[in-house]
């Protein structure tokens, strides 16, 4: 047989599933969101979680420091955890909402309790 | 995303491993070389050539050579960007803070000064209120050497592997972070694609098909080095998560910042500004005979690795010593620190915490201050098996689909297998042609440094015109001959180099191997030639593989490729 005309199940073709239903531009626009929610909004997101675990912890007592390396060394594993839910969650509505008004949460908190330590 | 978790995380593991991979190749070589920066200087730089010292004497030599210090004239250019009006000349801005760094490697000095200036900065939010001057010492004869020449390994091979040497704001070091981020996703979608990770550690068939052998190799790199590549990959984003990549304290709880140093200003007694007091600096000498003292009580006796003058010539001033970390994995310096004017310990760093010592633990085990050369030289072993892994993922991508894409007339294959060529043979060629060029330009060329960055970058870029124009065969499913054309090419100057070290400065193999060893630039030497004997070794089984391709091509026939 010749091995050119082999057929390759779409799966293994790296290409994204399409959904019935929706045109090849909205999945492809459906790929770019996810990228660019699990590239930068993670991003941001494992950000914030630094600025509200630093926050937190000083304020329960640990020193600035050991709480400042404490989150440096949890941010980068947060951001892998969120980066691979990101695209692993079927609901892109979902991991949008998620990222978005968590992180908006988190900068609040930091912010908050950055302010009570300080007032 | 896709039918199922174990598809999504190989859809991540391909794209996002082939776009970044290419970044990845450079960080995971350069970093390799990195281990060995120092030595690849000591061989770029024929002056250098001798034993490392210790720090030299402050009194009798060194505060010379800093009296003698000015503002870089390139810093100058950049400060009068940052700032309003016009900036005092350099002899007349105040020196506020100097230091000195060596290594049990070192047998040259990286010194710097900080220059005050009265000018306010552009931008209100920049604390940036000084000019840097900065050179290399020569502890025999007290002065500095001379500019122009560069320091091939620790001021180009290692910087690229962590900021691609891009200076466009801090591009390089997102991109590097990304990159390096990646490989921490790739890594764990890696073994979620693959499963049988036991079987992987000793799965290896070389006669197989090249597409089948490839993926052992890409597994098996992959997974005998796997905590090293995410040891690797994660401690390089931590080293500047504080400072570039998670700036919390410094951009976002700036006031929770500022709160905390203060009371530790108070703590520590340490000035944070000076007190416009003018009043001499004591002998520093003593002092770091003290601080030897100390470490030596506190069970740690060391040399000295760096000094730190502040707020120089003030009242205020104060001198920081930290010890070389060549003796334990932490490098944490255990600084003690002196009042300037009177000379007494004014603190001795406290034992780390717990956390600091974690977090410095696996900074260090990355940085590797720590003199150890057989774990040294298995760094540079990892690293490679990193890049063996990238490479091979770059061409396990090709092989799979470059049928299908001949058939399709699709030019996916070509350009990523030409990207590959010039990121694997290209990348080597670039840093080999550089040490070439360290050796054919004229001595006293003025900004040698800079042509041999031009030859660099030059060498690349013909690599990729190179493997781009040559690439035509694989939109017939066949090798790029670039490949082979490259390795011949590296295997020619891997060759040249050694041979013009030998003859330009008389420190051939038999010279530093036998009648005078000196390793740095002997195990420089031998590396390169093994490197021309791999690439020689590798040119010869990609002639073979591309004559056994022509021998089935008849069953390849029939089909149009659209040649092009």
């Known amino acids: 047989m010749n091995p050119v005309s082999k057929p390759i199940p779409s799966s293994m073709s790296g290409k994204p599933e399409q959904r019935s239903g929706r045109s090849t531009a909205g999945a492809i626009a459906a790929v770019l969101l996810r990228v660019v929610l699990a590239v930068l909004g993670c991003y941001v997101f494992s950000w914030f979680f630094a600025a509200a675990g630093l926050a937190a912890l000083c304020l329960a007592g640990v020193d600035f420091h050991d709480a400042e390396k404490t989150m440096m060394m949890l941010a980068p594993l947060v951001y892998l955890g969120m980066f691979l839910w990101a695209f692993a969650d079927r609901s892109l509505a979902r991991v949008c909402i998620l990222i978005v008004v968590g992180s908006i949460i988190l900068a609040w908190v930091a912010r908050a309790l950055e302010n009570l330590q300080l007032g | ?564």
């Not at chain 2, 090249?210 to 005998?224: A, E, F, K, P």
């Not at chain 2, 703590?267 to 007091?277: E, F, M, N, V, Y």
């Not at chain 2, 399709?408 to 030409?418: E, F, K, L, Q, T």
């Not at chain 2, 043979?425 to 040698?448: C, E, F, H, Q, S």
């Open chain 2, 1 to 564: 995303m896709l039918a199922n978790f174990r598809l999504t995380m190989t859809w991540i593991h391909t794209w996002f491993g082939l776009v970044l991979g290419y970044v990845l190749m450079a960080c995971f070589f350069f970093g390799s070389l990195a281990v060995f920066d120092r030595e690849i200087d000591r061989w770029a730089i024929p002056d250098t050539r001798f034993a490392p010292q210790p720090m030299p004497s402050y009194d009798n030599m060194m505060r010379f050579m800093f009296e003698d210090m000015l503002p870089h004239p390139s810093d100058m250019a950049a400060t009068a960007n940052r700032v309003k009006g016009a900036l005092p000349a350099p002899e007349a801005m105040p020196m506020q803070t100097l230091y000195a760094f060596t290594t049990h490697r070192d047998p040259v000095l990286r010194v710097g000064a900080e220059f005050g200036i009265p000018n306010e900065p552009l931008n209100g939010s920049d604390e940036h209120e000084h000019v840097h001057g900065w050179g290399t010492l020569d502890p025999r004869s007290g002065k500095l050497l001379a500019e122009g020449s560069l320091r091939i390994g620790s001021e180009w091979f290692y910087p690229l592997h962590y900021n691609l040497n891009l200076h466009w704001g801090l591009v390089g070091y997102f991109l590097v972070g990304l990159a390096g981020f990646i490989m921490m996703v790739a890594l764990v979608t890696g073994v979620i694609m693959h499963r049988k990770i036991f079987r992987e550690f000793f799965t290896f068939r070389p006669a197989k098909k090249t597409q089948r052998s490839t993926l052992d190799l890409h597994n098996m790199t992959g997974v005998i080095a796997l905590p090293f590549h995410f040891f690797f990959a994660f401690t390089g984003v931590l080293i500047f998560a504080a400072s570039i990549f998670y700036p919390v304290s410094g951009f976002y709880l700036t006031k929770l910042h500022d709160h905390h140093e203060a009371i530790e200003s108070q703590r520590t007694g340490l000035p944070l500004k000076p007190a416009g007091i003018a009043a001499p600096l004591a002998s520093v000498d003593a002092m770091m005979e003290e601080a030897k003292r100390i470490w030596a009580a506190r069970d740690m006796a060391g040399e000295v690795g760096y000094l730190r003058v502040e707020h120089l010539g003030d009242r205020n001033s104060y001198v920081s010593i930290y010890r070389a970390g060549s003796d334990r994995v932490i490098y944490e310096g255990t600084g003690i620190h002196f009042n300037g004017s009177t000379g007494a310990v004014i603190l001795e760093d406290p034992p780390a915490s717990t956390v600091g010592n974690i977090s410095s633990y696996l900074m260090s085990l990355h940085l590797q201050h720590f003199e150890h050369w057989p774990l040294r030289w298995l760094y540079v072993l990892g690293g490679l098996l990193g890049c063996v892994c990238i490479a091979t993922g770059f061409i396990f991508f090709v092989e799979k689909r470059k049928r299908r894409h001949a058939e399709y007339n699709n030019y996916g294959c070509r350009v990523v297998d030409a990207l590959a060529v010039t990121a694997v043979t290209g990348m080597v060629i670039a840093a080999v042609a550089m040490l070439v060029a360290n050796r054919l330009l004229p001595v006293d060329i003025a900004d040698k440094g800079q042509w041999e960055v031009r030859v660099f970058w030059g060498a690349w870029g013909l690599a990729l015109v190179h493997a781009a124009l040559r690439s035509g065969p694989v939109a017939n499913a066949r090798i790029n001959p670039a490949w082979k054309e490259q390795c011949l090419v590296l295997a020619a100057l891997a060759v040249a180099a050694p041979v013009l070290n030998g003859w330009t400065t008389g420190d051939h193999l038999i010279q530093t191997l036998f009648v005078e060893p000196f390793w740095p630039v002997a195990g420089l030497d031998l590396c390169l030639l093994g490197c021309a004997a791999v690439s020689l070794w590798a040119a010869r089984k990609l002639s073979l593989a591309d004559q056994s391709e022509l021998r089935v091509k008849p069953t390849l026939e029939g089909v149009d490729y659209g040649r092009g």
